[in-house]
């Protein structure tokens, strides 16, 4: 069974005036489904065929078998950070909100550090809010890396490739960050982290 594009939970036009329906037409429609494309052009026909993307990414990695992790976990990620976002600008759960008190001493800090972590990120990459335990923290991957080669869980993920921004914001990833953390998915965000001790990761 081939990896399917998955489509955007929202409308492409729902992201504006901060992320443009031009950008998410580009990045999702081109770019994450080039990365599925080539997923399954290169698990055609081999025991990974029918297997779901986030083993693919898991075992890839396993195998050192970089050229299909690179395509498998972009593919990956990029699911993420589609649910990652939102239009609708809720916030953390009591529950989140307290573990982000513990780690970072506020809400406002957390997202200083998302900032500065992923505009410091040098090259192509990703800004993740993970969770170990009860224990949040910031970390950036390089290129196609991902949490699913670790012990960490995901509660959000941002973009930090120029592709996520360049039409909107030509090189300035600052101005990016700051404009998508005003649009992360906290639903989401507090789903994952209740159930962070058990969590499989999704397809």
């Known amino acids: 069974m081939a990896i399917i594009l998955p489509p955007l939970p929202f409308a492409e036009s729902a ?8 950008t998410l037409a580009v990045h999702h429609g081109k770019h994450h489904k080039a990365y599925v494309d080539k997923t399954n052009g290169l698990i055609e026909g081999t025991a990974l065929a029918d297997a779901a993307l986030n083993t693919i990414v898991i075992e890839a990695n396993r195998a050192g078998n970089t050229k299909l992790f690179n395509q498998a976990s972009q593919a990956w990620n990029h699911g993420f950070y589609w649910n990652s976002l939102s239009p609708q600008g809720d916030k953390p759960d009591d529950q989140l909100t307290k573990a982000i008190d513990a780690a970072f001493g506020s809400y406002d800090a957390l997202v200083k550090d998302l900032v500065v972590q992923g505009e410091g990120h040098f090259g192509s990459g990703w800004a993740w809010l993970l969770a170990d335990g009860d224990t949040l923290s910031v970390a950036t991957t390089h290129d196609a890396g991902s949490p699913l080669t670790g012990t960490a869980r995901p509660l959000l993920v941002i973009d930090v490739w120029e592709h996520a ?9 600052k101005a990016y960050l700051t404009a998508a953390l005003g649009l992360l998915n906290w ?5 994952n982290f209740a159930r962070v001790e058990a969590w499989n990761y999704p397809d």
């Open 187 to 191: 639903s989401f965000a507090n789903e």
């Open 165 to 173: 921004y360049y039409i909107d914001r030509k090189n300035d990833r």
């Open 15 to 22: 992201l504006e005036p901060e992320i443009s329906a031009e």
